[in-house]
């Protein structure tokens, strides 16, 4: 391990640049190739690259500060054995290698003498080889220069790939334009990406995409043809060639590298037309939109290879994400700030709206937008992940309870003075404890994984209230070892702490099994949502005299709509026949319950 500084490279520009973004933090392990941080210049973005890999020491700069070439980024406790380059810590060791301190401070001077020529020759090859290119495309190429066109009359121009520096191939991610598209010059027409650099290539001029000749997916390397533009009138060859080359030349700047960096290590040129890219977008024609790849964003955006490379991972659409650094410019946070508010929107019970299109009501008649209390919230947030993780079914059953009305109105009789009221609710708890005990599958919750059901062998119950602020689920427990008067004093006592708002966590937990019973307000049956880990919910509804046929003659007889759901993974619908005949049975005649 050797303590290194990280420098800015060249980044093609005397003039600062800003620091977008720092993507490592103190204490970091990074791997050689990991980019550090993003820098941004009026016209390219550069993800710089780690030389090696290490931990990362101290953080030299800041989101917001401008930097130039050679001003520390951050300090590495770099791994030994990956050569880094020009850093000031490979000068440590070079120099380190004599094992005198004097010669160290010698051979560092020595060095860095040494380095600054080589950044100098470096820089004078590259503006020798930009002149190069310029001059070959100028000269022969038939197929870069204006066809057919006048200094005043316009033509066609091939449009090629930009002099891609380091870079032998990359792949077209992006099309941004399709063809008989008016475009503007600068506005960026596609963009390629390779290992550690996504580059805009804006049109060299105005004109109209007369003819695409690749397309998303294709592997390109500098010079290949990409379209065939038809010119605007206004725009002289020379200036188009003029735009060419400015084009190579942004797309050649380069990091001065030592020459043992890897291909692909140094960062590049990513060349951005920012604001002029979305506003030619939005003005060009209403044509079918260019090829997008699966996980390409949907239409241009300004986000760097990383940032591009985690959304093409976690599935998510660039064009949907809303950029926080310069030039709306999306950051990696802004793509997993994208991702917790898409999962938070599923989990509040946004599952689905999510995809579904906002609408705008008021556009129908007057509205008022109403908040909706935590109670509501977490209530909504539930019921969706019940609903959409259990298989529902419900089944349909009455219960004769003719006879356990009159006994219960006669007990309450007697228990006015207790202050005791039987309610049928707690019977229907008492009954259903009962029959949890007798059908346990009714009584277990669903393993994750779905490899095992946990059996339990307690039975607490859990009562849906219905309050001004929203649905909660107080819990009875230990119903089938409590007492009919126990459990209604019990249920009382809740539903009232329920209305009042003064229910504790552990009141509404454990529950195996649920009961929500809309017996006091109406209905005849409906399908209610399994209270999940629980496998299934008893509803019940309000209880009506029937005629019901004896074999020799109709009889009244107060019947009580029962409506079993149940999780169809745990329990098969014969079983839950079962269970509602065997309710039906004990509410028929609870003496049943003792035996
Ligand atoms: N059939 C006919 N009448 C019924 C009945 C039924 N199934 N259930 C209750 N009643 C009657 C009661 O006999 C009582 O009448 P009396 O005062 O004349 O005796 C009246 O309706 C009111 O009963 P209650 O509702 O006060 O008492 P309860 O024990 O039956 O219910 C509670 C308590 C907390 C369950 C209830 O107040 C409640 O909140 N229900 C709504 C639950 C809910 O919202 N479920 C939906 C969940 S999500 O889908």
């Given amino acids: ?173 992006e099309i941004s334009v399709a063809e008989g598209d008016s475009v503007e010059a600068e506005q960026t027409i596609l963009v390629l990406e390779s290992d550690k650099a996504s580059l805009e290539v804006p049109s060299p001029a105005a004109g109209t995409v007369k003819k695409l000749h690749v397309k998303v997916g294709d592997k390109v390397t500098g010079g290949s043809e990409m379209m065939t533009l038809a010119t605007e009138g206004g725009d002289a060859p020379g200036d188009d060639e003029k735009a060419n080359g400015r084009q190579e030349a942004e797309a050649a700047r380069k990091p001065a590298g030592d020459d043992k960096a890897a291909k692909g290590k140094q960062p590049t040129a990513e060349q951005s037309s920012g604001k002029s890219a979305s506003k030619s977008a939005s003005k060009s024609d209403p044509r079918p939109a260019p090829a997008r790849r699966e996980g390409q964003p949907s239409k241009t955006v300004h986000a760097g290879p990383a940032v591009r490379k985690l959304a093409r991972e976690a599935g998510v659409d660039l064009a949907e994400v809303s950029g926080s650094g310069p030039k709306d410019r999306i950051v990696k946070e802004d793509v997993h700030a994208h991702i917790k508010n898409l999962l938070e929107r599923r989990a509040s019970g946004g599952g689905v709206s999510a995809d579904l299109p906002e609408i705008d009501f008021s556009e129908f008649g007057p509205v008022e937008r109403v908040a909706l209390n935590k109670l509501r919230k977490v209530a909504a947030k539930n019921l969706h992940r019940s609903w959409i993780t259990v298989p529902h079914v419900t089944q349909f059953d009455e219960a004769d309870i003719t006879e356990l009305e009159a006994f219960r109105k006669s007990q309450n009789k007697a228990l006015e003075k207790e202050g005791v009221k039987l309610t049928m609710l707690a019977f229907l708890v008492k009954a259903c404890a009962t029959a949890l005990r007798e059908f346990p599958r009714f009584n277990s919750s669903l393993e994750l994984g779905g490899e095992a059901l946990i059996q339990k062998d307690f039975v607490h119950i859990g009562i849906a209230v219905d309050t001004p602020n929203g649905l909660v689920v107080p819990v009875i427990r230990d119903a089938d070892k409590k007492g009919l008067k126990e459990i209604a004093s019990e249920m009382g006592e809740l ?81 839950a026949a079962r269970f509602t005949t065997y309710l039906s049975t004990l509410l028929a005649d609870m003496r049943r319950a003792l035996l």
């Fill in 1 to 173: 391990m050797s303590k290194e500084t990280i420098r800015v490279p060249d980044v093609g520009s005397s003039d600062p640049v800003d620091v977008i973004e720092v993507s490592v933090k103190k204490g970091d392990n990074i791997a050689a190739e990991d980019t550090i941080v993003v820098l941004e210049s009026d016209k390219a973005s550069l993800e710089v690259p780690a030389p090696k890999g290490g931990t990362v020491l101290e953080l030299l700069v800041k989101a917001g500060d401008r930097v130039k070439q050679g001003d520390p980024l951050l300090e590495l406790d770099a791994e030994s054995g990956n050569d880094s380059g020009d850093q000031d810590a490979d000068d440590d060791q070079k120099a380190g290698a004599s094992g005198d301190s004097e010669d160290q401070e010698a051979g560092r001077s020595d060095e860095k003498g040494e380095q600054e020529d080589e950044q100098e020759r470096q820089k004078d090859s590259q503006k020798d080889s930009q002149k190069e290119n310029e001059q070959s495309d100028k000269a022969g190429d038939d197929a870069s220069t204006p066809k057919g066109g006048g200094s005043a009359g316009g033509g066609e121009q091939a449009v090629k790939v930009p002099d891609l520096g380091d870079i032998d191939e990359a792949e077209i991610i």
């Fill in 495 to 575: 539903a009232g702490k329920a209305r009042d708002r003064k229910l504790s966590p552990a009141d509404m937990k454990g529950a195996c099994f649920s009961i929500s019973s809309l017996g006091g307000i109406g209905g005849t049956a409906f399908t209610p949502i399994v209270n999940w880990p629980e496998v299934a919910i008893l509803g019940v509804s309000r209880s009506d005299t029937k005629p019901v046929w004896d074999g020799k003659a109709f009889q009244p007889r107060l019947t009580l709509p029962l409506s079993l759901s149940y999780d169809h993974r745990v329990i098969d619908g014969a079983d």
